[in-house]
């Protein structure tokens, strides 16, 4: 098995867990304050991580701080102007938008990578925003200050990829996500302590969901991430995990037994017809 298809399989199964776990996500700030949330998710993810990797963090040099630390910080950024938009955009433009990063890390790679996207790449590019389209219903096309928010919010995560996709290959990767993870969490206790009411939750379900998260959608998903990140580019990383509202929403019918409507069904199949074409051979296309 090939490097890119190891690391192929392995995004894939993030960004399964993440589309998983939206749902869980979703009742469990029902109950807790978002940044409350964030924070005591991400302070178990960094918790565990630290226990595992102590022997790296106690020689961990300053360069590899650094950059983790402007990767966290735009993580951080992701999440928190995702949530403000949230309060002035529907859900379903913020998916939307949110999903417009698949366009902009091949523009972002381009620019601060000097990669050019593959035209398999492109034509992947193409399909997958088609079928965002398609799967995020009832978009109206007026512009308020929430979308603007959401924006950034897809700005953010983009610049998070790219970041990891220049660095992954040159410094410790269980580092830099173990450093990303405890910036987020640290970011979150402040505004938490700033705009909310934070406490510890007592509901079964709350931890639940923090528990599952906090493990599997926090520390192993970004430790695989910055990881395999390492063999593939960021535009690729970027096709794969706009994959996250297609596997969010099989979760939610599993679980919850909401029904995908046939649209979004087609725009489901025209994001995995985008990731298919782009591991297609340039001259393949080409022919």
């Known amino acids: ?43 178990l993810a960094f918790s565990l991580l630290a226990i595992i990797f102590y022997k790296k963090l106690k020689t961990i040099d300053k360069k590899t701080l650094a950059v983790a630390s402007v990767i966290g910080t735009m993580l951080f950024l992701g999440y928190a102007f995702q949530t403000m938009g949230l309060k002035y955009t529907t859900a379903s433009k913020s998916g939307f938008i949110t999903g417009f990063s698949v366009v902009l890390v091949p523009i972002l790679e381009a620019v601060l990578l000097k990669r050019k996207p593959s035209k398999p790449a492109i034509l992947g590019i193409v399909l997958a925003f088609i079928g965002l389209i398609l799967l995020t219903t009832n978009i109206d096309l007026s512009i308020n200050i929430g979308d603007f928010l959401t924006l950034l919010c897809a700005f953010a995560f983009g610049m998070h990829i790219v970041l990891i996709a220049k660095y992954a290959s040159t410094l ?21 302590l700033i705009f909310e009411k934070p406490f510890i939750p007592t509901s079964l379900d709350v931890w639940s969901a923090i528990i599952i998260t906090g493990v599997f959608a926090t520390a192993f998903a970004y430790v695989a991430q910055n990881t395999m990140q390492a063999y593939t580019t960021a535009t690729h990383t970027a096709l794969i995990f706009a994959l996250e509202p297609v596997f969010a929403a099989i979760a939610a019918f599993l679980i919850a037994g909401e029904v995908m409507s046939f649209r979004a069904i087609v725009g489901g199949i025209f994001m995995f017809a985008g990731i298919v074409l782009s591991e297609l051979p340039e001259k393949e296309v080409s022919k």
Do not use: C, E, H
């Open 1 to 43: 098995m090939s490097k890119q298809l190891k690391s192929d399989i392995v995004l894939t199964g993030v960004t399964m867990v993440w589309g998983a776990t939206f749902i869980i996500v979703k009742n469990a700030i029902q109950t807790l304050p978002v940044y409350n949330f964030l924070f005591i998710r991400f302070l």
């Open 172 to 192: 410790d990767t269980y580092l830099l996500a173990t450093i990303q993870i405890g910036v987020v969490a640290v970011l979150s206790g402040i505004v938490s």
